[in-house]
């Protein structure tokens, strides 16, 4: 299998404060990792030193990616220009063509759902479509690693339910690898691959890699509704996980 990151043994402080000790990771090929958490444990500081934001005190950290996208916690749109010209931004420099800029972002806002809503400008958007826009925006450089810090954080249930669904689908359909950071259990167990959680000692506490057979990427979140009465069997074995690993749901 070949690997997008490999990280070994990466140790990071601030000051005095130890937020990352010994902490080594793989991201394979085509796959979803998830790094899990409580607040504060250092998971957006692997992604900034993933993605050159910030600098490690020591340890190996290879990354045979190509093109980044971030999606970050809220979605850092510029308020003065629409939807359209939000994501054309991203790639005004890189190509030339106005008429090529054009078509990529229509197939990207299209992606998300949000093509008839080009011409709106961010205020008149919801939280949930704002942050479409920004996946949109990380979308469309074509990325081969997605890099996701909590992008659901500040959406209701049934809208995260939804932007599973949609992420689902787009990992299903390209050839993407992700890294998604949450410190909800429910979203990392419905979206990712393998999950690396955190411990109190500033390292990874336990990995669990899901059986891809059972993994059913195109969930219907409807079917996940029905939490206390017949649930979808992907659900169902995903949460046999978590108990098995104490892990709330
Ligand atoms: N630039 C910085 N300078 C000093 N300390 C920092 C800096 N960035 C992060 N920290 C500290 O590093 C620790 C880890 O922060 P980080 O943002 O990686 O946590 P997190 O797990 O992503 O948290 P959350 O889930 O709340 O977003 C925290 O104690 C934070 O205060």
Not at 46 to 59: A, F, R, T
Not at 114 to 140: C, D, H, T
Not at 196 to 211: A, E, P
Not at 229 to 248: D, Q, T
């Amino acid at each position: 299998m070949i690997f997008i990151i490999n990280i070994s043994n990466l140790c990071k402080r601030y000051g005095d404060n130890v937020v990352l000790n010994d902490i080594s990771l793989n991201v394979d090929k085509g796959k979803m990792i998830g790094i899990l958490g409580y607040s504060g444990c250092g998971k957006s500081t692997i992604l900034k030193i993933i993605s050159n934001l910030e600098s490690k005190d020591s340890g190996n950290l290879i990354n045979n990616s190509i093109n980044m996208g971030f999606v970050f916690q809220e979605p850092r749109l510029l308020n003065w220009i629409n939807v359209f010209e939000n994501v054309e931004i991203v790639i005004r420099d890189k190509v030339k063509s106005k008429s090529l800029r054009k078509e990529m972002v229509d197939i990207v806002l299209d992606k998300v759902e949000l093509l008839k809503y080009k011409n709106f400008m961010p205020k008149e958007l919801s939280g949930g479509m704002r942050q479409r826009v920004s996946i949109a925006r990380a979308l469309v450089i074509n990325p081969d690693l997605l890099l996701m810090d909590e992008p659901f954080s500040g959406l209701d249930f049934r809208l995260r339910l939804d932007f599973i669904d949609l992420i689902n689908s787009i990992f299903s359909s390209e050839n993407i690898t992700g890294i998604f950071v949450t410190h909800d259990s429910r979203e990392a167990f419905l979206l990712c691959d393998e999950i690396y959680i955190f411990g109190r000692d500033h390292n990874f506490s336990k990995k669990i890699v899901l059986d891809e057979n059972k993994f059913d990427r195109k969930l219907d979140s409807s079917s996940f509704l029905k939490f206390d009465g017949e649930v979808h069997s992907s659900y169902k074995f995903r949460k046999r996980w978590c108990k098995k690993n104490f892990l709330e749901v």
